[in-house]
């Protein structure tokens, strides 16, 4: 059983950064992609970026790109999303959650496992 814990979150003005963390069990986490997505209240879970089981390739959702870095460290079982330039509209639970496969992906039915979500409010 793969379990996710993300942490990180908290309340940030307009134009801050935080930085998200999301710390995996199990010995096959460098075998998968892992991603970030969020949801806003009322609103469906939306991708933000995925990472490839290296980290070689990485992409994002077109609102974030350019003020987001998803990277991961194998070592230490942990995928990270930095996040700079922070807007109201990025506030949401983020989840990260872990691939299907080893190859990037953005397709919220291609990830299995599930972390229970961390809160993020960017205030303006």
């Known amino acids: 059983q793969v379990q996710l814990v993300e942490s990180g979150g908290g309340l940030v003005q307009a134009g801050g950064s935080l930085r998200l963390s999301c710390a995996a069990s199990?010995?096959?986490?460098?075998?998968?992609?892992m991603g970030w997505f969020r949801q806003a209240p009322g609103k469906e879970r939306k991708f933000v970026s995925t990472?490839?089981?290296?980290?070689?390739?990485?992409y994002y959702a077109d609102s974030v790109k350019g003020r987001f870095t998803i990277s991961r460290d194998n070592a230490k079982n942990t995928v990270y999303l930095q996040m700079n330039s922070l807007k109201p509209e990025d506030t949401a639970v983020y989840y990260c959650?872990?691939?299907?496969?080893?190859?990037?992906?953005?397709?919220?039915?291609?990830?299995?496992?599930w972390g229970q979500g961390t809160q993020v409010t960017v205030s303006s």
């Open positions: 990472i490839s089981w290296n980290g070689g390739s990485t």
């Open positions: 959650a872990r691939a299907r496969t080893s190859y990037t992906t953005s397709a919220l039915n291609a990830y299995d496992y």
């Open positions: 199990g010995r096959t986490f460098s075998n998968y992609a």
